[in-house]
């Protein structure tokens, strides 16, 4: 048996406070009646030194439950407890939880985790069982309890650092609750007889971790968490654009420096850069004192010299670069081509303010990366859903087109793009001037609808007719569902045309309306062609047809057309290193590659609806059928909040944190006696069984004073 606090074993010297208690003085015992005292002097009775003990069974009992009080205090227990078998003495089951998110690539921080799993694996006790993962976004295994099960001790600790030595910082965010669940979770799950269970987290513990999955989660007792904290030298500053909604006026890219509290200087630089890290154009100083932020104007993207995209913008000046630069996606962006096919033998356009016009003032603001292509309709065009997700065909004159040019373009939705059929025909006052019965047979065809009829619609009583009922399910007007921009009211439309679509008995592909006019005509039909869609409008949005495009409503809804071509919007979502990037379906060959960019290549299989292999931030490709779609993968602006997290964060989530185990073999020495002191608990017993011993010499102390009372007649 052994002693956590033997000291206090100095408490059985109060073992001698009843004996001396006994032996100072002794009153007389017994009482004597007199039939009268009256004549008597008064004097105090005579005490007597005692000169042997009595009531051997009192001092017994009273020195007894002294001597168990100090020995409770000592706190006593069993090197090897028989209660506890022969298993009780194993060493410990210690996890080592290593960070390797992108905030660990700061100066140090990597060098300073191998040291500190190091002095982990030093300080063990022998016979100690080892696992090892590392995370960021996820968990990953490399050295299970399983492996070490059995290996001596120093074979053990050498694998550990031999696969801790293959690993190193990803690019990805901090999951650390996600992390932590997923371990202790397959911890638990096995069991482990006479060993306890500790996880070793090894992190910068920095404040952007994610503990959402610690949320409400009952951690398991008996598993403790030892936190090991790195901190890293030189402060850090991080670049991340200002979103477009809180932009100037102007078209300028506007970006917010933020400089960390220990940050060692206040001065930085912007300047754009080449992919091959070439810096390009004038650096701009930005002064951005420790702890603050600064939002402040980019300098002009430089034109692109020998064939160089200047595709990102790079802070300088910060000692932990590694969220200094911001990938800018327009770079890489194709452009694309909106060809305009007019089926025009007459102007029509009254005003010079047509559907040509507001095109080109919606397209003048997408720098280049969208443009119109205005082209007769005398002869089929050669169109590519890839470069030309969205074709505008105005109907405005009697002359009907080659039935090329409409194969063509039912060819081009069957292929995933959009086709727009604009119906701005009619004469004024509603007379026909021959273009109606044009737009009719182009319609027929557009539509596969052979018995379809158009009209032009009488003058409303107002003059003007309004949009009465439109489908907010369909992802065209999906954006509009919101009651705040739900009001399509505020247009009006002077003139309009009726669609009539017969009955048919293919509602699956029979053509579909989207939106009517206050009288119940389409305005909006939809013909689904495959994976593309035609669409047909039968108002104008030229000054002589309505003001549709001068509304708020007019660019949205064009722009959402020409996404509806161009499939999933690749280059304009945002991905983050770690996210699934969904894929269109795979075109007519079947083979599909993604350019990562280092620019190796990744076969993507034909059934595959996700890309997975976004390892690390940069501009990638989706090759398919000679259709190159780019995307921008960036790393998670999370990762920028590299402040210590709240010391307290973790206990609030109900995590057991336990001190980190000291390196001094005597102190190691005595946490594990005070393991197994608190694992038998024999105070407990003893504290009872003193108790125990008061109550009974209680009881006789009792019995004894009603002995010593003896009435004399």
Sequence with gaps: MSLLYPLFLAGFAAVALPIVFHMIRRAPSGRTSFSSLMFLRTSPPRLARRQR??????????????????????????RVAAQVGADAMLGPRIALLVDTSASMRRTGLWSAAATEVEAVLADAPPDSVFALATFDRGLTHHVRFEETLGLDDETARALVRERLASSSPSWAATDLGGALAALVEELEGAV???????????????????????????????????????????GNAS?????????RDDDALWVRVASGADSVTDRFQLQWSSA??????????????????????????PLAADGADIDRLVLTGDANPFDNVWLDREAVAAPVVVPF??????????????????????????????TLAPQAAARAPRLDAAKNPLVLFELAGSAVPPY???????????????????????????????????ATRVLRVLLAEPRLELREAPTAPDGFALLGEID???????????????????????????????????????????????????????????????????????????????????????????????????????FHVGDRVPLPPAGPAGTRTVRRPDGTTVTIPPDASAFTATESPGHYALEDAGRSTPFTIRIDPRESRVEPLDADRLARLGVPIATPRASDPEATRQEQSAELEQRQQLWRFLIVLALGVLMVETVWAGRLARRSVTPVN
């Design 53 to 78: 003990l009595d009531q051997l069974v009192l001092l017994a009992l009273r020195a007894l439950a002294l001597a168990l009080l100090a020995f409770a205090f000592a706190r006593p227990y069993f």
């Design 404 to 438: 090329a040019i409409l194969d063509a373009c039912v060819r081009h939705a069957a292929a995933g793009g959009v086709v727009l059929a604009v119906v701005a025909v009619g004469g004024d006052d509603g007379r026909d001037d021959g273009s109606l019965a044009a």
């Design 192 to 234: 482990a007889p006479g060993r306890t269970t500790r996880v070793v987290l090894v992190s910068d513990v920095q404040a952007g971790s994610d503990l959402a999955a610690l949320e409400g989660y009952d951690w398991p007792v008996g598993i403790e968490l030892e936190v090991r904290s790195l901190r890293a030298a030189g």
């Design 472 to 574: 907010f399910a369909h992802p065209l007007f999906a954006p509009f569902s919101d009651p705040r921009f739900s009001d399509f009211t505020k247009i009006r439309f002077w003139r309009h045309r009726v669609l009539e679509l017969p009955p048919t008995g293919r509602p699956e592909s029979a053509p579909r309306v989207l939106a009517r006019f206050d009288d119940g005509a389409p305005f909006l039909v939809e013909r689904m062609v495959g994976p593309g869609r035609i669409l047909v409008v039968t108002s104008g949005w030229g000054a002589d047809d309505s003001d549709f495009a001068l509304s708020s409503k007019f660019a949205p809804l064009v722009l959402g057309m020409l996404r509806l071509g161009a499939g999933p919007d690749l280059a304009a979502a945002t």
């Design 276 to 301: 091959v890290g070439e810096a390009v154009g004038e650096a701009k100083t930005i002064a951005c004192p420790p702890g603050e932020t600064r939002v402040v104007r980019a300098p002009a993207r």
């Design 341 to 370: 096919l007019v089926a025009l033998d007459g102007a029509v356009d009254s005003t010079g303010r047509g559907l040509e016009f507001f095109l080109e003032r919606i397209f003048e603001g997408t720098d280049g990366a969208i």
């Design 239 to 247: 670049l991340h654009p200002v979103p477009r909604a809180a932009n």
